[in-house]
């Protein structure tokens, strides 16, 4: 991955902030693989439109990818950005930078293309085919806020994962782990959860499972804005009923963002006690 000089990464007045984050920006900018991504997500938009799909059904399957997708990417490329950047790092630490305005420029150069491609990738072909219009704009507006919520909790902690160990195979296998586990082994542990004590009132319990995971919690993000009860699932109409009304969105969102925050305060205290 190619790393871009502080000289030409920003003018001598610019912040120490907007240094770093000014040359991350432009170093994903030409990064293949970010425009894979975006122009896969575009493709697969563009597909689902083709094989039949419309409005509502387009936002569940959108929904579907997004869960799987973005915390895959931002996991996998956020890890593979870490480990490549690090002489990048080392010539940002040699500078006479704050150690705060580092972790901050480079944890914003990684976010911000990701979840730039993902709301490019997403949002052209719905604008392009009517479906801003014709959906929820709720249901969109809540597609697109988890899309940059995921984006920046898997990359905080694909940042915490890197900085935590020096063997790229190790930090490759933690994300691929984490990447499952959030995914689809949570919801296997729930499910086993609900068939051992189905007898005990377990909806406070599966409520706060819900809650420890992002992924839940932007599935039904984006399902209280559609008519799709069904697809909630137990903690999910568990949480519509508790939460009815616009509570619920509320208590989803503030939830999640919290989850951003988690993962970035960790990569954040690693950063700045690791010794380069």
Do not use: C
Not at 141 to 162: D, E, P, Q, R, S
Not at 179 to 188: A, K, P, S, V
Request: glycine fraction near 10%; charge should be positive; avoid cysteine.
């Amino acid at each position: 991955m190619t790393t871009v000089t502080l000289a030409a990464a920003a003018p001598r007045a610019a912040s120490p902030l907007g240094l770093v984050l000014r040359a991350g920006v432009r170093d994903l900018a030409r990064n293949r693989w970010l425009l894979a991504y975006g122009i896969a997500l575009a493709g697969m938009s563009e597909l689902l439109f083709v094989f039949g799909g419309a409005g509502q059904q387009v936002l569940l399957s959108l929904l579907n990818a997004t869960l799987l997708l973005v915390p895959l990417v931002a996991l996998v490329f956020g890890t593979m950005h870490v480990y490549a950047s690090r002489e990048f790092i080392e010539l940002l630490l040699a500078q006479p930078l704050p150690r705060r305005a580092i972790f901050t420029g480079l944890y914003l150069g990684l976010t911000l293309p990701l979840a730039g491609a993902f709301v490019l990738g997403v949002g052209i072909p719905l604008l392009l085919h009517g479906t801003l219009s014709a959906a929820s704009p709720s249901a969109l507006l809540a597609l697109a806020a988890v899309g940059v919520l995921l984006t920046a909790t898997f990359a905080a902690m694909a940042m915490a994962i890197a900085l935590g160990s020096d063997d790229r195979l190790k930090g490759m296998s933690l994300s691929l782990g984490a990447w499952f586990l959030f995914t689809i082994g949570y919801d296997g542990a729930v499910l086993a959860v609900v068939s051992m004590f189905g007898d005990w009132p377990l909806e406070k319990p599966l409520l706060l499972l819900m809650l420890g995971n992002p992924v839940d919690l932007a599935r039904v993000l984006v399902l209280t804005g559609l008519d799709t009860a069904a697809l909630l699932g137990y903690t999910g109409a568990l949480f519509r009923r508790l939460f009815g009304g616009a509570l619920g969105p509320s208590v989803a969102l503030t939830a999640l963002a919290l989850w951003t925050v988690l993962p970035v305060s960790l990569a954040r205290r690693r950063f700045l006690r690791r010794d380069f």
